[in-house]
């Protein structure tokens, strides 16, 4: 066998060659259908010193994952936007809502949601890549919202990339249309689907798989099966534990999750040697990872709409990655666990297994109604106004016990993105920050197609 170059990406599924973090970058998911995942994990020995800001120190976590694979400044280049970009002197600010419990603040971004963090830096490493290999990429994703818009500011204007969003006609909220719909990218297609979610999904999935689309191009999706994108949420991790100081090794993150994209980022910041102690995943009612870790049974079922829409995700596909992990990395026992799952539905994790994936995780279901609840209470305790997602995980945070160490919530979105659920909450909207003003002045650009493939190629053209 050909020696691997490093640092190397293998597949969950143990059947796709190793490929560095360009090819990751690139391919999205491997070919075998597993997700990538770093062949070693690099070790961080020493929290990044108190003096260097947030550039520095996304430098110091992404540069071993990177390695040779791009020119040297492009890396710098793509973490200068994590300033450029955001609004907060301290991009990912940690603030104490009470004595030992904390919110990540995740939301400073030009689209104010989380996502905007890794996808700002993605599109320059990916046009960077693009450009050193002489090549185009076709972009395809799905969104309920907050991914599109983070996807459409920041791929939006670039020079090699062609990004077609999918989103559901009349069932993301406006401010989140606006957003994907008023860039005035040429490069940019969006398409408003007559269907659900899931549909929008289901078609992705036939894009990425349509030869006719991939013949002679290179076609990708941009959600956080992608590599770049999960290993571009790790710097907030080190960021907050940074801020803690000597009470980081004891701190609980608690991580409002769908796809279990941004909780794997904190499971890997922990992995590489930050100083972390829990990881526990918050979902709404949309609960199949709760369920998994109670029963050992994973399994698809319908998602049902909640506020916190962007969690509202019937099957996280980032929990074979955990999978993988958890199993000490048993590619042979992980294939054939999600190809069962791919077929059928469902799995059963092995005991052994189920035992170690709970030593990794815990996670918990949070209900609409405590979510509301926490909304109020936050805002008459703390006097801040929070988006559902983030109010999800401030309800599970609140249950744990705090005399170990912090609670660490991670706010995950601006409450103006989502004012009808905060507006019932508390009676009023919540504020808007500078970067959602002036939206509705804009002239809107979009396409209304049928949820078939045939409708959707010819959109695309
Ligand atoms: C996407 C999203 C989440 C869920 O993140 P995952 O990585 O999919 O688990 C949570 N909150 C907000 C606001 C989001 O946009």
Excluded at 27 to 48: C, H, K, M, N, Q
Excluded at 76 to 103: D, K, M, N, S, W
Excluded at 174 to 197: C, H, I, S
Excluded at 424 to 450: C, H, K, M, N, Y
Aim: net charge negative.
């Amino acid at each position: 066998m050909a020696a691997s170059p490093f640092p190397a990406y293998v597949s969950t599924r143990g059947s796709s060659p190793a490929v560095d973090f360009v090819g990751a970058l690139l391919a999205g998911v491997a070919p075998d259908g597993g997700l990538y995942v770093p062949a070693f994990w690099p070790e961080i020995s020493a929290l990044p010193a108190a003096s260097i800001d947030a550039i520095a120190l996304a430098n110091a976590i992404l540069a071993p994952f990177v390695g040779e694979a791009l020119e040297a400044g492009v890396l710098e280049r793509a973490t200068a936007r994590l300033t450029e970009q955001f609004r907060h002197a301290e991009t990912t600010p940690l603030i104490e809502l009470e004595p030992g419990l904390f919110v990540l603040e995740l939301f400073h971004g030009p689209t104010a949601a989380f996502k905007d963090y890794a996808m700002q830096m993605v599109a320059v490493l990916g046009e960077a890549a693009l450009a050193g290999r002489g090549e185009r990429l076709l972009l395809v994703t799905a969104t309920s919202g907050d991914t599109g818009a983070a996807a459409v500011r920041a791929f939006g204007g670039m020079d090699r990339i062609d990004l077609v969003v999918l989103h559901p006609l009349g069932r993301v909220s406006p401010v989140q249309r606006l957003q994907m719909t008023t860039a005035g990218a040429a490069n940019v297609l969006n398409l408003a689907v007559r269907g659900d979610f899931d549909d929008c999904q289901r078609l992705v999935k036939q894009l990425l798989a349509h030869p006719g689309l991939t013949a002679g191009r290179r076609v990708s999706s941009v959600n956080s099966i992608n590599w770049a994108r999960l290993a571009g949420q790790i710097p907030y991790y080190a960021s907050a534990a940074r801020s803690l100081g000597s009470q980081a090794a004891h701190a609980t993150y608690v991580v409002p999750t769908g796809n279990f994209g941004d909780a794997f980022a904190g499971w890997a910041a922990r992995r590489m040697g930050l100083p972390m102690g829990g990881l526990l995943a918050a979902t709404n009612r949309n609960d199949a990872l709760v369920r998994a870790l109670e029963t050992g049974i994973y399994e698809r079922t319908q998602a049902v709409p909640t506020a916190s829409v962007s969690m509202d995700v019937q099957a996280p596909s980032n929990f074979e990655r955990l999978v993988f992990e958890a199993s000490g990395r048993d590619s042979a026992l992980t294939r054939g666990l999600f190809e069962g799952f791919a077929r059928d539905g469902r799995l059963t994790l092995p005991g052994e297994l189920l035992a170690a994936l709970r030593r990794e995780v815990g996670a918990v279901s949070v209900s609409e109604a405590e979510t509301a609840q926490e909304i109020a209470r936050t805002w008459a305790q703390a006097g801040r106004v929070v988006c559902p997602h983030t109010a999800v995980a401030l309800h599970a945070a609140r249950r744990l016990d705090r005399s170990s160490g912090p609670v660490v919530a991670l706010s995950t979105a601006h409450p103006a993105k989502f004012p009808e659920a905060v507006e019932a909450a508390l009676g009023f909207a919540p504020e808007r920050p500078p970067q959602l003003e002036g939206l509705e002045g804009r002239t809107e650009v979009f396409e209304i197609v049928d949820p078939t493939l045939a409708a959707v190629l010819a959109a695309i053209g």
